[in-house]
């Protein structure tokens, strides 16, 4: 089956990108390469086309509810104007898909599930919502995502929007809707996929070309340049960013994935709220981590395994250089006796890699606040 094409297809063509499927569309995969596009999100600005990331619109008086018996966060404390990030777990307490979800107007939500989930998640929410009259639909094809990522974001968003997009105005999951670039009905939030100061902006699908033209050049004294998927990966790898289907899975829980804290406590239930509770108290067996690859070693297959001495500990779920950092990094899930930070173990076949618990690049996140 031939990959259908996204709306920016004949303007990543313009610019001789290397293209490349992804979530069945070919985007752009480099425009230069992954390194060059790397350093320059982390020291000025990129733009990049998160084609497949689809809103879907929860709304109703009862959305609220919904959303507060399927998700682990607490969505009563999510005021209008702004997001939350969690997770959609199964009985087990598995991820059924991880989700960063916008609260645009009282009775009104936007879910953002991972691009090959859309389907799976809109059809389960819209189950979900059958006995308390909530309206479940994906915007779809309506907008473009677009993410506009790095130290100079903000500056260039300034110079094509009137909008306040201040730390103040617009914190850090902050929504808003502006004119952008000229586009009227712009979705603006505060939020990206890179660990630095960023922004993603879901424009009228029918005004993207042009829009995505006037931004870079906008920005292009400010040092933006378009950057493709491939930069994305060793990008979000050095924070400790996990991805639905790799990292993260219905065979894995919050806890299991180190992101205990996006599990509120709140008195209703919601699908396996007994098992992560439960392992928030008691501790699990298994963690994921970042490995650190000494100098010039290859970077692992995905599912090599990892060992402590002679015994098999755990294996890799994703791979990466870390561009900022100097060293392949990879992820992966390792008995929690053997997930403590500094810990050395062995790639099989391979050299000793180093255990880290946090992000190697800006473990507190400073950046993405600034």
């Not at 008195?267 to 994921?288: F, I, N, S």
Request: hydrophobic share 40%; aromatic share 8%.
């Amino acid at each position: 089956m031939t990959a259908k094409r996204t709306p920016l297809y004949h303007a990543f063509k313009a610019r001789n990108a290397e293209m490349a499927e992804k979530a069945h569309f070919l985007t752009a995969n480099v425009f230069t390469d992954a390194k060059t596009e790397h350093e320059a999100v982390r020291n000025a600005a990129g733009l990049f086309e998160i084609f497949g990331q689809f809103l879907l619109e929860v709304a109703g008086v009862n959305a609220e509810t919904l959303l507060n018996e399927t998700f682990v966060a607490d969505m009563t404390k999510v005021a209008p104007g702004r997001g939350v990030y969690c997770g959609i777990l199964n009985d087990k307490g598995g991820f059924i898909d991880d989700v960063i979800t916008y609260r645009p107007a009282q009775d009104v939500f936007w879910v953002v599930p991972a691009p090959h989930r859309v389907d799976k998640i809109e059809a389960y929410l819209k189950e979900r919502g059958k006995a308390r009259g909530v309206h479940v639909v994906s915007l779809g094809y309506r907008y473009v995502s677009l993410s506009l990522q790095g130290p100079q974001s903000r500056a260039c968003l300034e110079r094509v929007t009137t909008l306040n997009v201040s730390n103040e105005a617009l914190p850090g999951f902050g929504v808003a809707t502006a004119t952008v670039a000229g586009v009227d009905d712009v979705i603006v939030t505060r939020t990206g996929f890179t660990g630095e100061l960023g922004y993603e902006l879901w424009v009228p699908t029918e005004y993207v070309e042009s829009f995505y033209d006037a931004l870079l050049e906008a920005g292009k004294p400010l040092g933006l340049v378009p950057c493709g998927a491939g930069s994305m990966g060793s990008l979000r790898i050095e924070k400790r960013f996990p991805i639905w289907g790799r990292d993260i899975g219905e065979d894995t829980t919050p806890i299991e994935a180190g992101l205990g804290w996006t599990v509120k406590p709140k008195t209703v239930a919601y699908p396996g709220k007994d098992v992560v509770e439960r392992q928030k108290t008691q501790g699990v067996d298994r963690m994921l981590v970042l490995l650190e690859l000494p100098a010039g070693a290859a970077l692992p297959a995905i599912g090599a395994i990892v060992k402590s001495g002679a015994e098999t500990v755990g294996k890799v779920t994703s791979a990466a250089y870390g561009h900022t950092v100097g060293y392949g990094i990879a992820l992966a899930y390792v008995s929690a006796a053997s997930a403590t930070e500094g810990e050395t173990l062995t790639l099989e076949g391979g050299p000793s890699v180093t255990v880290h618990r946090t992000a190697v690049y800006d473990p507190k996140s400073t950046r993405s606040r600034a």
